[in-house]
């Protein structure tokens, strides 16, 4: 975290927050780190450029009035920061403590830190770049980079580093809150190439290129009926038949669910749905408890729907499990091979809405085992 311009507000005329007269806070910015807090297991780290503290143009008295008047309500609101991190040095010094370089934060660099999950929130294009230089995500409040004069490469910043621009300390919350489950799964074998994007917090947007008509829409029902956003891309041996694509499918999709569902601290883990779709109905029962397994119930009695081979359907919820890691229960009833197929992705679907669900302030395990 960047502290002048990103939790308290940075006077314009000196840029020197040196007395309790001058310290006033980001709007929101309490209340939504205490709501990340609650609902996160973030390590909150403050790294703050002070040019010239301790000189007699920014005397440390007024300095720590204001800073430690500051730390005291933060403290107090259960916001915890384990190291603040104060460089004194001018820009044109150019030593390597002085953000963005990464000089006072080696010890977080030690491979003990998950950086890649990790993010720099702050106002100005340095703290992007200090993003970039950890290996970390960065989030820009208050300002646009195109709107500052500096001599970091912004196009660059905004394709590799810069996830995130924003005037609201409630978008960065709920940003921060969703971000650990996302997942990009590449899955290759000299049969298929299998790549998917997965959003367990999203709105149902899907995107499912399989080169198999009936698997897309089934794809699209599952992403569509649990919330989640879903993009698929597939490349297989079709000339030999669907099974490879349809089989890695499952697999990559399940590998997915598990990478953006972390340690699973603060999700239902359950969810059960009875889903009917004319004269079909689907009984489903899911848990994501790190042991595969499915247990499936049901006939039919086609071969084929579309281009979709209807054994593959087990099959595919099979190597869903194995993926994920997750307990799969399964019952099938109906006549319309068509309308049983949709009911179970769709009752999948639901199901799986239920079990991922998160509660606010939730951080809880749900076992008794200490992982899943």
């Not at 010094?93 to 702050?122: A, C």
Request: aromatic share 8%; proline share 3%.
């Amino acid at each position: 975290m960047d502290r002048d311009g990103t939790l308290i507000k940075e006077p314009p005329e000196d840029y020197q927050v040196d007395s309790l007269e001058k310290l006033a806070y980001i709007p929101g910015v309490i209340r939504e780190m205490v709501r990340i807090t609650e609902g996160s297991d973030f390590v909150w780290v403050m790294i703050t450029n002070q040019d010239g503290l301790g000189t007699d143009g920014f005397p440390e008295e007024g300095f720590w009035a204001a800073h430690n008047q500051m730390m005291a309500l933060f403290e107090g609101e259960g916001i915890h920061f384990d190291e603040v991190i104060i460089d004194r040095t001018y820009k044109a010094e150019g030593k390597p403590t002085r953000k963005p370089g990464t000089g006072l934060l080696t010890h977080y660099m030690d491979g003990s830190y998950d950086l890649e999950n990790s993010f720099v929130v702050g106002d100005r294009p340095s703290d992007i770049q200090l993003a970039k230089n950890l290996g970390a995500k960065g989030i820009l409040i208050g300002r646009s980079v195109d709107d500052q004069d500096d001599e970091w490469d912004l196009p660059e910043l905004r394709k590799k580093t810069l996830v995130l621009e924003t005037e609201s300390w409630r978008e960065i919350a709920d940003y921060l809150l969703s971000a650990g489950r996302r997942a990009s799964i590449h899955r290759k074998t000299k049969e298929t190439d299998i790549k998917i994007e997965l959003d367990l917090d999203g709105n149902g947007s899907t995107d499912n290129q399989t080169g198999i008509g009936f698997f897309d829409h089934m794809l699209d029902q599952l992403g569509k009926h649990s919330g989640i956003d879903l993009k698929v891309s597939a490349k297989g041996d079709l000339h030999i038949d669907p099974h490879h694509t349809i089989e890695d499918t499952g697999i990559a999709l399940g590998e997915a669910f598990l990478q953006a569902l972390g340690d699973k601290r603060g999700i239902n883990r359950y969810g059960c749905f009875n889903l009917p779709m004319d004269e079909a109905l689907t009984e489903v029962a899911i848990d994501f408890s790190g042991r595969p397994w499915l247990v499936w119930a049901g006939e039919i009695k086609r071969e084929k729907v579309g281009d979709f081979p209807v054994e593959m359907l087990e099959h595919f919820f099979k190597s869903f499990c194995d993926g994920a890691k997750c307990n799969l229960n399964v019952r099938m009833h109906g006549r319309n091979a068509h309308h049983m197929i949709e009911a179970t992705f769709k009752g999948v679907a639901k199901a799986i809405k239920l079990a991922i669900k998160k509660e606010e302030g939730n951080n809880d395990l749900p076992t008794t085992k200490g992982m899943l």
